[in-house]
């Protein structure tokens, strides 16, 4: 029996999920979480063959619990399951730990293939990303500003560049206004620019956001 968590917080997408592995997998067993604090308590109180994880979700993000996840149980294969662009995020959740990146509007075939990917012990990539990656290993002086911040900095950022304020990023994160305004002057600082408008406009540019 293979045991995996579908960790979204959208019940739909969890169903939609299941059905996909019951449909195309044989002797398959899935639980189910909403946020990042339910994932690490069944990671904590269940043996898990797989963790399916979204990176959007309310409080801690999935990129976030990354390192927690790592500690509780290295040998747990993530396959990240995201609608964020594979190019800026696929490469940070591997740097993270996960086995593996695939958008949600991946066909179900993908999907099944990404899954025995990693539970054989691989990683999975799309060729897209694959060439990505090989493209920034061959050309490592020449990165963007954003690939300097940590995991945390680089979240803020987009959610800033989607037009969020301090305040809604602050309650989205259960953090405080005062910790967010810290981030967003780190960020500043790194990125060389002076408003939040200059974020934007560099999220935008960069497509960091759909």
């Not at 012990?121 to 300097?148: F, M, Q, T, W």
Request: charged share 25%; hydrophobic share 45%.
């Amino acid at each position: 029996m293979i045991k995996v968590l579908l960790a979204d917080d959208h019940a739909i997408v969890r169903g939609g999920l299941k059905e996909i592995l019951l449909r195309h997998m044989e002797s398959v067993e899935c639980g189910e979480a909403e946020n990042a604090e339910q994932v690490l308590a069944l990671v904590r109180e269940h043996p898990w063959d797989l963790l399916i994880l979204d990176i959007t979700m309310p409080g801690r993000s999935g990129l976030d619990i990354l390192a927690d996840l790592k500690q509780l149980r290295p040998e747990l294969p993530v396959l990240v399951l995201s609608m964020l662009p594979e190019d800026q995020f696929g490469k940070r959740v591997l740097r993270a730990g996960a086995s593996g990146y695939l958008k949600k509007e991946s066909a179900p075939e993908e999907l099944i293939q990404a899954i025995r990917k990693v539970l054989s012990g691989g990683r999975y990539v799309s060729p897209a990303l694959a060439e990505k990656i090989v493209l920034d290993l061959n050309d490592g002086a020449n990165l963007p500003l954003h690939e300097g911040l940590s995991a945390r900095e680089f979240e803020i950022l987009v959610m800033l560049g989607s037009g969020k304020t301090v305040s809604q990023i602050a309650e989205e994160l259960h953090l405080s206004v005062t910790t967010i305004s810290t981030y967003r002057a780190r960020i500043l600082e790194k990125m060389n620019m002076s408003t939040t408008a200059e974020l934007m406009r560099y999220v935008f540019r960069n497509h960091l956001v759909d």
